[in-house]
């Protein structure tokens, strides 16, 4: 069936950049997400990439979509304080019954050391 | 920007009480989302629905029922409220396929 798979924790210092990593087994998926979460707050999110693009860019988060290897990953550049928290990686399911169902990985908690 | 709200975000309930979460959404959204989140198992499904009145079982229906009556508003009930069931729940609310999902701020409920 369907997974995505995610390390459950990242640990960096302020100022280094974060990649968080997701591999997910669904080939035929359209969308793929990445949302974040901060303590006590529901999923804000972060930006997603369409299956036939291999890279995104916004300001400081890129992601890069490695199709083939069904591996997706998040950059944040400049990793401050304030991007400590949970982040998912989430990917959509192409079956017909299911539409709009996406499946997400258990996340990736995120800590941001002075 | 989307809004989704959930009825509360603290709840405490006794074991064997009839629980409604409620979730409602303003952006005319398609399909609407329950979840639980648990440490170290993510995010599950428990049911969604993708319109009135329509409902399907997620990942882990069990000892849990919802309700659609009207577009915004999607209802989360769980019927004989037992300890297993002290969680984070999430609602989320989407336009169609393919579309991201919009959460709501969660309900931490927990069951004595």
């Known amino acids: 069936g369907e997974d995505v798979e995610q390390s459950l924790f990242l640990s960096v210092r302020e100022g280094d950049s974060s990649v968080i990593n997701c591999t997910y087994t669904?080939?035929?998926?359209?969308?793929l997400y990445w949302y974040k979460q901060e303590p006590g707050a529901g999923l804000q999110l972060l930006t997603y990439?369409?299956?036939?693009?291999d890279m995104k860019q916004d300001q400081r988060l890129t992601v890069l979509l490695n199709k083939k290897d069904k591996h997706l990953s998040l950059r944040i550049a400049d990793t401050q304080t304030g991007d400590s928290a949970i982040y998912f990686c989430a990917e959509s399911m192409e079956d017909g019954g299911s539409q709009g169902n996406l499946i997400f990985g258990k996340g990736t908690k995120l800590s941001v050391k002075p | 920007d989307v809004k989704v709200t959930q009825s509360s975000r603290y709840l405490v309930k006794r074991t064997g009480e009839k629980v409604f979460l409620e979730c409602v959404q303003d952006m005319d959204h398609e399909n609407m989302f329950w979840y639980r989140q648990d440490p170290g198992l993510g995010l599950r499904l428990i049911y969604f629905?993708?319109?009135?009145?329509?409902?399907e079982k997620g990942d882990i229906p069990e000892g849990y029922s919802v309700s659609r009556e009207k577009k915004e508003r999607f209802s989360l009930i769980l019927e004989s409220a037992s300890t297993n069931q002290t969680s984070m729940y999430l609602c989320a609310s989407s336009l169609g396929t393919y579309n991201e999902q919009f959460f709501g701020p969660g309900t931490r409920l927990t069951v004595l």
């Open positions: 990439i369409f299956s036939n693009m």
């Open positions: 629905s993708y319109d009135v009145k329509m409902k």
């Open positions: 669904d080939s035929s998926s359209t969308y």
